[in-house]
């Protein structure tokens, strides 16, 4: 789920982060073959950009929670699940407190580990005319995980239809709070307040990260919040 979920974001910084034609085309005049032009020009100049998204797809899933909780069915335990079954269900602050340090830790090794390999953002190419010469694997890759993804949705609409009553009643039960009553709001009602999150995180952090990205040398302090616990911010404001 997780490459899934991550794979196009990876094949979009590295479309942003292509080599300019002029580069290629001189390597090409001077005898270099396709292979050695991938690893010997591209890959270079691309690996700063790669190393960054890839940091924060590692940051995005070592915090994942709801996505293990339920494809794991319980039987996959990670930092993130633990922190929660501590904090919320067991009561034993002290054990999450030690979990999200451990947690936080675990980001200030993943970026002392990139910035010494030097993943650092790579400038994008702008107007300059860029090579755009697709492979066969490459386009093997796309069609397989297009495949997977089609596969996954055509799953979950098939489930729709077969499952229970049908598939008009199953959307119309996403209004609802499920047998007798059991959630606190319904699945709409959800959506309807992830989506007022997403634009409200996005009004306050946007500046904020426009103004962060200007300084020279980016703080840690500025990027920790990547790594630690959402349960903890949430008891944090929750406390607060």
């Given at each position: 789920a ?6 196009g974001?990876?094949a979009r910084?590295?479309?942003a982060?292509?080599i300019?034609?002029?580069?290629l085309?001189a390597a090409s005049l ?5 292979v050695r ?8 100049q691309q690996?700063?950009g ?7 797809v590692?940051?995005?899933s070592a915090t994942s929670y709801?996505l ?9 335990d990670t ?7 501590a904090?919320?269900r067991?009561?034993d ?5 030690t979990l ?9 090794c ?12 790579a ?9 755009s010469?697709?492979s ?7 069609a397989?995980?297009l ?8 799953g979950v ?10 598939l008009?009643?199953n959307?119309?039960n996403?209004?609802g709070r499920?047998?007798r009553?059991?959630l606190?709001?319904?699945?709409a009602?959800a959506?309807l ?5 997403l634009?409200?995180a996005a009004?306050?952090?946007l500046p904020i990260a426009?103004?962060?990205?200007g300084?020279k ?6 990027l920790?919040p990547i790594?630690i616990?959402p ?7 929750l406390?607060l």
């Amino acid at each position: 789920a997780h490459v899934l979920m991550n794979a196009g974001f990876m094949a979009r910084v590295v479309s942003a982060n292509q080599i300019p034609a002029d580069q290629l085309e001189a390597a090409s005049l001077d005898g270099a073959s396709r292979v050695r032009k991938r690893f010997a020009i591209e890959l270079p100049q691309q690996l700063a950009g790669m190393l960054s998204a890839g940091l924060l797809v590692a940051l995005y899933s070592a915090t994942s929670y709801g996505l293990v909780l339920t494809l794991g069915a319980g039987k996959v335990d990670t930092l993130e699940t633990e922190i929660a079954t501590a904090a919320l269900r067991d009561l034993d602050l002290n054990f999450a407190l030690t979990l999200a340090l451990l947690q936080t830790a675990l980001t200030l090794c993943f970026f002392y580990l990139a910035r010494s390999i030097g993943a650092e953002p790579a400038p994008l190419f702008g107007e300059q005319e860029t090579a755009s010469n697709g492979s066969k694997l490459g386009g093997l890759l796309a069609a397989l995980l297009l495949a997977a993804i089609v596969i996954v949705f055509a799953g979950v609409f098939v489930r729709a239809i077969t499952y229970g009553p049908g598939l008009v009643e199953n959307f119309a039960n996403l209004a609802g709070r499920g047998g007798r009553e059991i959630l606190n709001i319904s699945v709409a009602e959800a959506a309807l307040n992830s989506l007022r999150n997403l634009i409200v995180a996005a009004l306050i952090a946007l500046p904020i990260a426009w103004f962060a990205a200007g300084r020279k040398r980016t703080s840690y302090l500025v990027l920790l919040p990547i790594g630690i616990s959402p349960v903890v911010f949430g008891l944090v404001f929750l406390v607060l």
